[in-house]
């Protein structure tokens, strides 16, 4: 008969994948989740150029490690601020939040981080449609995300970057949907006639 493992306590508030952190600066996460009241956001620990403040802010209770399967979705959101070609930055919001469940194993809404990208990445592309486009296509455009979602990634999409899959989805409803846009909103937008 097979040996059973061992159940361990858990006296922390993260499963076992994040642990004790090591004074190894590499055991550190790359990325963490600080939430408040107001807004949560990401901060990058190697930007603090400090062991003692990285250590420290580690061990506040409102701080969340970020899987580092998901850190390009973290790495992500400084571009949602900038990026030209759609206006994404009413998004930003969004994203931090999601991304906040995603690291937040406790609540009763946690996002696993391997469907963080795909749930993440549907989420804002329906707000998109919400927002920019008229709502006769949202089902239509939505079905057509999800099975371009599921048919060309699958898995995968964990390696595909979160920037680049999603681009390739707002792309996609832009390009099938263009003459949809709301009229109130034609000005973010490059409409050929």
Not at 52 to 57: N, P
Not at 160 to 183: A, C, H, K, P, T
């Amino acid at each position: 008969m097979p040996r059973q493992p061992r159940r361990r306590q858990q006296n922390h508030h993260y499963p076992l994948i994040f642990g004790p952190l090591s004074f190894q600066r590499s055991s550190y996460p790359t990325w963490v989740m600080m939430y408040s009241h107001s807004l949560p956001y990401a901060i990058k620990l190697s930007d603090l150029h400090n062991n003692a403040a990285v250590q420290a802010l580690l061990g506040l209770e409102h701080v969340l490690p970020v899987p580092r399967i998901v850190d390009d979705i973290a790495e992500s959101l400084s571009w949602l601020l900038e990026v030209e070609v759609f206006p994404l930055s009413p998004f930003y919001r969004l994203v931090v939040t999601q991304l906040l469940l995603v690291c937040d194993w406790q609540s009763p809404f946690h996002i696993h981080p391997y469907d963080a990208h795909y749930k993440i990445i549907l989420f804002v592309a329906r707000n998109f449609l919400r927002k920019y486009f008229a709502p006769s296509i949202f089902c239509e455009a939505v079905d057509l995300i999800t099975l371009h979602l599921r048919e060309s990634w699958g898995a995968r999409i964990t390696f595909g970057g979160f920037q680049n899959v999603l681009m390739e989805v707002l792309e996609m409803i832009f390009n099938n949907y263009r003459v949809d846009i709301l009229s109130t909103v034609t000005c973010f937008f490059q409409v050929e006639n």
